[in-house]
């Protein structure tokens, strides 16, 4: 049988769909490359003094364990000198990275989330890292953080790792959804699924259930009709799974479809939802409408949402579009 790497496809791409120009496949190689370190050093876990706290808060207010900090480190040095970005931002970084003027620029923007589902490092759950790739619109060489403030609809690649029983990474450059399944020996990412589809219905949700009571009206009618199974409204009965790692979750969706939601909360009315717009939610929603679903913050498109800062965040639900799309007339109605 032969065998796809990541690095053919990306030729393919660029060469005969013309998806992609070669500074992105570079981009989007490295990105690759980096991820595979992340998983060499997950994969070490207590035997290298990788999990638990780094003993740090991010801009967030959230305490950063160990693997987040190398991740990002991992992340940023692998980017850093190749020439195909104007600058990056990250979860844990407070404001935006320039490329420093020794090295070569380029017109790309790189933004992740280096690792995703940080409360799962300690029990050995899957966890993963979140890319999106946006294209600079100001001179090369000029970027301030209002230059990442682009809306999800001008990301050129946006894609996924997550470090579980298999390590995969998937992808998409506006051209379908892609995974690449990490062979440990060769280390190479190999094609193993092309076209994911999710379906549009689903009998399987994903939120964290112990928020409730404080949810919004049109998400808790939407999950108590779930709940009552066959013999209410929606007549069939749901499953619920929950892994707190959102590629994991996200990943589930894109196998065998599904809904996910992360919505505001009554705590916080200030803050719209925990997960954030430009390095979770964006390259999500931006893979899940590749894959034939949908992503909303119950009442718009989520790629169509304008960022007023980096760190910003948002309400989430996506997954099978039928579901998506009865979770945002609640909203709707509800207005
Ligand atoms: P991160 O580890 O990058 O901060 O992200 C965690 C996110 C996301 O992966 C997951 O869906 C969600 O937080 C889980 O939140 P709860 O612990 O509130 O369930
Ligand atoms: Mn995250
Ligand atoms: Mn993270």
Sequence with gaps: MRRTTLTQFLVEQQRSARAIKPELRLLIEVVGRACKAIAVNVGKGALANMLG????????????????????????????????????ASEEMETIHEIPNRYPKGEYLLLFDPLDGSSNIDVNVS???????LKSGDELGQVTEKSFLLPGTSQVAAGYAVYGPTTLLVLTVGTGVYCFTLDREMGSWVLTQSNMKIPHDT?????NMSNMRHWESPVRKYVDELLL???GPREKNFNMRW????VADVHRILTRGGIFMYPRDARTPDV???LRLMYEANPMSFIVEQAGGAATNGHERILEVRPHKLH?????ILGSKNEVERVTSYHRAAL
């Design 243 to 246: 892994v707190a790692s959102m």
């Design 53 to 88: 706290s780094a003993g740090t808060e991010n801009v967030q207010g959230e305490v950063q364990k160990k693997l987040d900090v190398i991740s990002n480190e991992i992340l940023m040095e692998a980017n850093e000198w190749g020439g195909h970005l104007a600058g990056m």
């Design 272 to 274: 719209p939802g925990k």
């Design 203 to 207: 009998q399987e949700f994903a939120i």
């Design 229 to 231: 199974g066959e013999t």
């Design 312 to 316: 910003e965040r948002i309400s989430v």
């Design 127 to 133: 966890i993963g890292t979140i890319f999106s790739v």
